[in-house]
């Protein structure tokens, strides 16, 4: 007398499932189907025959875009960077904990490295992590866990300036070829003073859009801002797709937020000129 035994192949407690990041995102790809195998076996347990009922199908292989030797110096690169941030090697000492860094093909969009610091082991996960390790990951000023090039958002600062630059160029408010002065404190609204008379106790003096891009100027672009008005300067900020998810292939992005009128109409404040002097180089965080 015998008995068949049939055992089938799911997901086991030995099965590696894709939890975060692209092998999540990607999981049904990178699985494939499991198989069977039928197992005869007698009354006294002896196996009397082993046969497949089922074939199993390897998955598929997912080709990133990422390059590893541009991966391996954005890491290396963050990382001495806030270094040196921490010790003063940019002048005053910062005490920097954390940060992102994302490099992409411009011409495709295509992600050659990305990178948020701190990082963390994710083989310690496959076991079972230690609770001095949870915690490690987890605290307030870590939390390592977080992807900060996707789950976060921060406030651009001066790298907004090539927007109102391009949007001035485009609305005919400027031209390459006009200089407008930096006397280092803009003469109009709260007289806000350009980061370089902050430091040298001067401005920068007369500049093309270029050279105000080059030195980062920011009472160069108080007069664009002053020119254009803040809903271009909006028009063209949602051009450039700020403000909204990029759709990237991971779970858990959020969205930036567009400071602008349109933003302070919808929760009921007034947007003042002031604001735009502050929008136009990036450092509102509403």
Not at 249 to 255: A, K, M, T
Request: aromatic content about 10%; proline content about 2%.
């Amino acid at each position: 007398m015998q008995m068949n035994i049939k055992i089938a192949y799911g997901y086991t407690l030995n099965d590696y499932i894709g939890k975060t990041g692209i092998e999540y995102v990607c999981e049904k790809y990178l699985k494939g189907t499991d198989g069977k195998k039928q197992t005869d076996m007698s009354v006294d347990g002896t196996i009397t025959g082993e046969y497949v009922t089922e074939v199993a199908t390897q998955g598929n292989d997912v080709i990133l875009t990422i390059d590893a030797k541009v991966q391996q110096a954005t890491e290396e690169s963050l990382k001495n960077t806030i270094e040196k941030i921490k010790t003063g090697g940019f002048g005053e000492k910062r005490e920097v904990n954390a940060g992102c860094a994302v490099v992409l093909n411009v011409k495709t969009g295509e992600v050659i490295s990305m990178y948020s610091y701190p990082d963390f082991e994710p083989q310690l996960f496959v076991q079972g992590i230690s609770t001095e390790k949870w915690n490690e990951y987890t605290e307030e000023n870590t939390k390592a866990l977080l992807n900060r090039t996707t789950q976060t958002a921060y406030a651009p600062g001066s790298i907004f300036k090539m927007v109102p630059a391009i949007a001035g160029l485009e609305t005919n408010k400027i031209t390459i070829e006009e200089n407008i002065n930096c006397a280092g404190i803009y003469p109009k609204g709260y007289h806000p003073k350009c980061w370089y008379y902050s430091t040298y106790g001067r401005g920068h003096g007369d500049l093309t859009v270029s050279q105000a891009i080059q030195k980062s100027c920011n009472c160069y672009f108080y007069e664009v801002g002053t020119r254009i008005g803040i809903e271009t300067i909006e028009e063209y900020a949602t051009y450039f797709g700020l403000g909204q998810k990029t759709n990237i292939e991971l779970v858990g992005e959020i969205s930036g937020t567009l400071a602008g009128k349109k933003l302070y109409d919808k929760i009921g404040e007034t947007w003042y000129y002031g604001n735009t002097l502050s929008a136009v180089i990036r450092t509102s965080r509403k």
